[in-house]
């Protein structure tokens, strides 16, 4: 327990805690500063999941946020690029964005490669804002 002082303006003779102070003393961690568009894609904002994979077919579905597109329409295509980079699935999709869902891209990808850390499978996106 740190020392105690007598509390000179507490009624009978509480006693104060004193903490010691500790010269450059504070939470440090890496700070980035990310400066975008008023319209974008806020970090973590891509969700890839597979909910069906066999060796015939595999479903993919890719639901990317964007923030402050307000009225605009928003047109996203994205390229999935097998190992040997080919294209294996492409979509070229615009809509509105309705009160901030993510905007959804569904794929079907036939006879599909399994990836591994030594065989991985690309994502391309791009995204226009009109």
Not at 14 to 38: D, F, I, M
Not at 122 to 127: A, C, D, E, H, S
Request: charged share 20%.
């Amino acid at each position: 327990m740190p020392t105690v002082k007598q509390c000179a303006g507490c009624p009978s003779g509480k006693q104060t805690p004193v903490l010691p102070l500790v010269s450059g003393a504070g939470l440090y961690r890496n700070v980035r500063l990310v400066t975008t568009e008023r319209v974008h894609v806020p970090v973590w904002g891509t969700q890839l999941t597979t909910p069906h994979v066999s060796a015939e077919y595999a479903s993919v579905r890719l639901r990317t946020t964007i923030r402050n597109a307000g009225d605009a329409d928003v047109r996203i295509s994205t390229d999935i690029i097998a190992p040997d980079g080919k294209i294996v699935a492409r979509k070229d999709n615009s809509r509105k964005i309705n009160h901030g869902q993510p905007f959804e891209q569904n794929f079907l990808i036939n006879a599909p490669s399994l990836w591994s850390l030594r065989h991985l499978i690309y994502i391309r996106q791009y995204l226009r804002f009109m």
